[in-house]
């Protein structure tokens, strides 16, 4: 029973030990302000300026004169360095950047389109479409031939389907896999040349001038009131004023 006992408890120092390895209760965020707890650091300025190693009341002195937050920046270092800064701010641009550099990763997708050998020339229109979307998207795409029954006598079949397949399609994309037979398949991938930056940067840029296209088509047209008044009907012309009557002479 004790052993039992003393073999659960080590299970479970162990089980702790690999989580906080793994970093479960270590903070990610640096210590700030008050929670730094070292006699002396080395300061950076607002602006980026050295100021030099001072005493840890000092520096927290300085950030309550600027109306800053001391942010421990490097802990490793002797005396570790802090830097007097907005920290709200800084977190708030740290995410903003974070979430710019997720937008604008590139992940290489793998699409796959299934044909048969005695494909319908309306379905490979279709198909083909598809594998034409998909690498205008910067996708790779894994063409499959499925032979069923007597078709896995005639892989060639297949093969020319994969090539016209790859020749129709060579302006948009590369054979990087040739075909090659795997079990009752046979299987071939295609590469685009466009890289999927590329295709990402084209694609917000289009619909960007789609927006801007739907924004000036819902721009209402001028009504009557918006209409320029019309010029008034001409007046008729005056009489032409009588001659004055001359006065009379003063004798």
Known sequence: MRLVRRNRRYAAVRQAAAWCYRGG????????NDRIRVPEVRLVGPSGEQVGIVPLAKALELAQEYDLDLVEVA???????????????????????????????????????????????????????????????GDKVKITIMFRGREQSRPELGFRLLQRLASDVE????????????GRNM??????????TEAMAEAREAQAARKAERQGNNTPDAGPADQAPEAPAEAPEAPAEAPEAETPSEA
């Open 171 to 182: 302006e948009l994309g590369f054979i990087e896999s040739n075909p090659k037979q795997d």
């Open 187 to 196: 299987i071939m991938v295609l590469g685009p040349h466009k890289k999927k």
């Open 25 to 32: 209760s270590i903070s990610a965020e640096p210590r700030i």
């Open 75 to 137: 802990a490793t270092a002797r005396p570790p360095v802090c830097k007097l800064m907005d920290y709200g701010k800084f977190k708030y641009e740290s995410a903003m950047k974070a979430r710019e550099a997720r937008k604008n990763q590139a992940h290489t997708v793998i699409k796959e389109m299934k044909l048969r050998p005695k494909i319908d020339p309306h379905d490979y229109d279709t198909k083909k479409g598809h594998v034409v979307r998909f690498l205008k998207q």
